[in-house]
C-alpha cells in the first residue's frame, strides 16, 4: 500500500506540475501584448494561497509522511508568485490595486493560520484537522476560479480568456490526487480533488460547447482588421494621388 501510495504521489506530483505550469500560453500571449487583456487574476491568486496552505498541512509538524504533498506544493507557490508577478506587471491602475489586496489578504491569512496551528495546537491531529479543513475550501476555490469567468463565457459564446490547458490539467489533476487518497483513505485529499475533478469536467463542457463558435468569432475578426487595413490602405493611396493631381499655384 505504502509503495503504491508514493507511486501514484510522484504521478500526482508530475500532474500538478503540468498544471501549475499550464497557464504559460496564456503569459506568453500576455507578455507579447503587454496587457493581460480580460483574462482574469483569480485562477492564479487561488492557486497561490492553495499552494501555501497545502505546503502547511505536508510538514511533518502538522501531517506526517506527507513529504510529496510538501515537494509539489512548495514549488507550486514559487511558479504561481511568479505567474502573479507578471500578471501585476501588465494590469492596469484598478486591476493592479485589486490583485495587490488580495496577495496581501493571502499572505496575512496563511501567516495568521501557520502561527496559531504552531503554537496554539498541541497535538497533530488536531493541527491536520484544522489546516486540513482549511485545505479544503482553498482547493476547492482553485479548481473552481477558472469558472469565475463562465459569466462572460456564456454571454460572448466564447471561450478565447478562459485558459483551455488550465482545465486539461486540473482534470488529470484532480483525479491523480483523488486516487492518491484512497491509499490510505485522506478525507482531506479525497473531498477537494474529487470535487474539483468535476469542475474541471463542467470547464470542459464550457469548452466543446463554446468551441466552433469562439472560433468563427476569432475568424471574423481578423478578416475585419484585413479588410479594415486594405480600406485604410487604399484611403491613403487616394489621398495621395488627389494631392499629386492638384495644381500648383
Known sequence: MSAARTVVGIIGNII???????????????????????????????????CMVWTLYGLPM???????????????????????TLFLIYSNGKKRLKVVMWLLLEFVFVSVLTFITLTKVHTVKKR?????????LFNIMMYASPLTIIKLVIMTKSIEYMPFYISVASFGNGVAWTAYALLPFDLFI???NGL??????????????????????????????????EVNLSQVVVSINDQESKPNN
Do not use: M, W
Not at 24 to 50: D, G, H, M
Not at 128 to 136: M, N
Not at 198 to 221: E, G, M
Open 16 to 50: 500538478s506540475a503540468a498544471l501549475f505550469l499550464s497557464p504559460l500560453p496564456t503569459f506568453i500571449e500576455i507578455c507579447k501584448k503587454k496587457s493581460v487583456q480580460q483574462f482574469s487574476p483569480a485562477p492564479y491568486l487561488a492557486a497561490l494561497a492553495n
Open 62 to 84: 502538522v501531517h506526517p509522511h506527507s513529504t510529496l504533498v510538501v515537494t509539489i506544493n512548495g514549488s507550486g507557490c514559487v511558479i504561481q508568485l511568479i505567474f502573479v
Open 128 to 136: 491536520s484537522s484544522i489546516v486540513g479543513i482549511t485545505c479544503i
Open 190 to 192: 479525497t473531498i477537494p
Open 196 to 229: 474539483g475533478t468535476l469542475f474541471a469536467v463542467a470547464q470542459l463542457i464550457l469548452y466543446a460547447t463554446y468551441y466552433k463558435s469562439t472560433q468563427r468569432q476569432i475568424t471574423a475578426r481578423n478578416a475585419k482588421v484585413i479588410v479594415d487595413g
